[in-house]
């Protein structure tokens, strides 16, 4: 099972992106999908997760009405639309899976995923 995360790059201040974590070896129904950042210096940080029926999405504060998360299920893949990008989203993000029946609250906050994508590099010039 691989989680293949895409679509970073660099862009300036005010501009946009979106990430794609593309999920192959098994379906994810039942499952939580997200995102996570680590930039330089930095611990790793929570971004979004939604269930994979879309049913519940979970934003961290500092990204809360500028990133939304999505997923395509005949895709097998996760998004994350990243608007009015700020310096300081830059980072390397990473996608991650786990069990629906561990939550939203554990996932965010737990230190290991039962599947854990190689990162896409994010670069937000000012």
């Known amino acids: 099972v691989q989680l293949q995360a895409s679509g970073g790059g660099l862009v300036q201040a005010g501009g946009s992106l979106r990430l794609s974590c593309a999920a192959s070896?098994?379906?994810?129904?039942?499952?939580?999908m997200g995102w996570f950042r680590q930039a330089p210096g930095k611990e790793r940080e929570f971004v979004a997760a939604t269930t994979w029926n879309g049913a519940s999405t979970l934003y961290a504060d500092s990204v809360k009405a500028r990133f939304t998360i999505s997923r395509d299920s005949t895709k097998n893949t996760a998004y994350l639309q990243m608007n009015s990008l700020k310096p300081e989203d830059t980072a390397v993000y990473h996608c991650?899976?786990?069990?629906?029946?561990?939550?939203?609250?554990?996932?965010?906050?737990?230190?290991?995923?039962?599947?854990w994508g190689q990162g896409t590099q994010v670069t937000v010039s000012s």
């Open positions: 991650a899976a786990d069990p629906v029946t561990d939550g939203m609250g554990f996932f965010k906050s737990r230190s290991a995923h039962n599947y």
């Open positions: 070896g098994r379906t994810f129904t039942n499952w939580i």
